[in-house]
Each structure stands twice: as structure tokens, then as C-alpha cells.
């Protein structure tokens, strides 16, 4: 059961990682024209990404730290 969770916590592990590295890369890839244009236009296209991955990353760590607590009730 342990080695289950514990892979399980690797697979997550990577997932946050992913999230983080594609948000990043949408941020990078953030042109002048994003940050200058009309704010009552609406996000875009790579601004959504961003909240997109930001999400899937506080997703991923959530889970993360869920299975860490049961394996920490499980080894009591």
C-alpha cells in the first residue's frame, strides 16, 4: 500500500512540476502587446494559460499533501 501511495506522490510530484514549468513558459512568452492591451478587452489567449496552469499546479499540490497525510495515518 505505501509503495502504491508513494509512487502515486512521485506521479503528482511530476504533474506540479509540468504545471509550474508550462506557467512559466506562458508567462515568458507574455508579448508587450499583452501587457499594454485594453484591460476591458478581456484576459488572453496566454493569460488564460497561465491561470490555467496555476490552477493545475495548486490542484496537483493539494492531492499531493492528501496523500502524504494518508500515508502518515497509515503508518501509525
Not at 509503495?3 to 510530484?13: H, R, W
Not at 502587446?33 to 493539494?62: H, T
Request: charged content about 15%; proline content about 1%.
Amino acid at each position: 500500500m505505501t509503495t502504491f501511495l508513494a509512487i502515486v506522490i512521485v506521479i503528482l510530484m511530476i504533474m506540479v512540476v509540468y504545471s509550474l514549468v508550462r506557467g512559466i513558459v506562458a508567462f515568458l512568452q507574455s508579448t508587450k502587446e499583452d501587457l499594454n492591451r485594453d484591460a476591458s478587452a478581456g484576459p488572453s489567449a496566454n493569460q488564460m494559460l497561465q491561470n490555467k496552469m496555476m490552477f493545475a499546479r495548486i490542484k496537483w499540490q493539494a492531492l499531493a499533501i492528501v496523500v502524504v497525510v494518508v500515508v502518515m495515518a497509515a503508518s501509525k
